[in-house]
């Protein structure tokens, strides 16, 4: 692992093959000015680019947060092709790097919004989009009272240079059945955007859960979260071994790169086969478990 205040590149150990793609996580502070954060994802995607990334992954809110979760989103909520996924499409195609980042999106209840990620391709544009299915009504927030729920859909994914990439964000990441769910699909990479909210224990979740994904699916995990103060940062991309392979602390508007490597899973999943293994099966529950609307404003 190697971390910088100005990215950190981490390498599986080998030169790279046909089937190795360079993946960023770039942490960021997105605010209430969505002109100044698509300027941010702007810069830090050309550098991401410069660096030979093939995937940059941003946070969830990428395109608009403010600290108070209200009718301040309703107002801020675009659509796919908005402008805030219309100037990624346009990066994308000139820097010829796929983007994922997160999208305060319109809903068709006008009371909520929807939490939704994009993968925007190039010249494809719109790849995959993953709407958050698990919301944050816990340790004293309530999420249901300003978002809607994400269907329990076929899992989002989309292909780079051989290898799967799947999509889920933030609170998902304390459901293993999510990332199961997508490794089922064909996922050698989870990507998750993160609003993961500083508080007791809450960097040590972080860190642990998402070695936890990587280690129990043997698969690639790369996380962009936003810095702190809000967030706990710690961006980081986890190899099938659990091994943090690159990541960055506390820094604002910062990457960590790292090479995932379908070589590496196989050699991984030769002496843990562990999903050849397993006995049980991921299935939704029998009801579409919708949490009611709540109150309040705290997230993760």
Request: charged residues 20%; glycine residues 10%; hydrophobic residues 40%.
């Amino acid at each position: 692992m190697s971390t910088g205040s100005t990215g950190s590149t981490g390498s599986t150990g080998s030169t790279g093959s046909a089937s190795d793609v360079v993946v960023a996580v770039v942490q960021t502070a997105p605010g209430d000015d969505p002109e100044r954060n698509l300027r941010t994802i702007t810069d830090l995607a050309e550098e991401a680019a410069r660096r030979g990334a093939r995937v940059a992954v941003f946070p969830e809110y990428s395109s608009y947060f403010s600290a108070e979760l209200g009718p301040s989103y309703l107002e801020a909520a675009e659509s796919t092709d908005g402008p805030f996924v219309s100037h990624l499409t346009g990066l994308a195609d000139r820097l010829g790097l796929v983007l994922v980042a997160g999208l305060v999106a319109v809903s068709p209840d006008p009371a909520r919004f929807e939490n939704l990620l994009v993968a925007v391709a190039p010249d494809r544009g719109v790849v995959a989009t993953y709407s958050k299915q698990h919301l944050y009504d816990a340790f004293g927030g309530q999420e249901s009272r300003w978002i809607v729920p994400g269907p329990l859909a076929v899992a989002a994914t989309f292909e780079v240079g051989g290898l799967v990439f799947g999509l889920q964000t933030c609170y998902d990441l304390r459901f293993p059945e999510v990332t199961r769910t997508l490794v089922d699909a064909g996922a050698d990479v989870v990507l998750m955007p993160a609003e993961w909210v500083r508080g007791p224990l809450k960097q040590h979740h972080w860190t642990t859960l998402l070695t936890a994904r990587a280690l129990e699916n043997t698969v690639y995990v790369a996380a962009a979260d936003h810095a702190p103060p809000v967030g706990v940062g710690c961006s980081t991309i986890v190899d099938p071994t659990g091994v943090a392979l690159a990541s960055v602390g506390d820094e604002v508007d910062v990457m960590a790169l790292g090479r995932v490597s379908a070589d590496r899973i196989a050699a991984v999943r030769r002496t843990n086969p562990s999903l050849a293994l397993r006995r049980y099966d991921v299935v939704p529950r029998r009801r579409d478990d919708v949490p009611p609307a709540g109150s309040g404003s705290d997230r993760e």
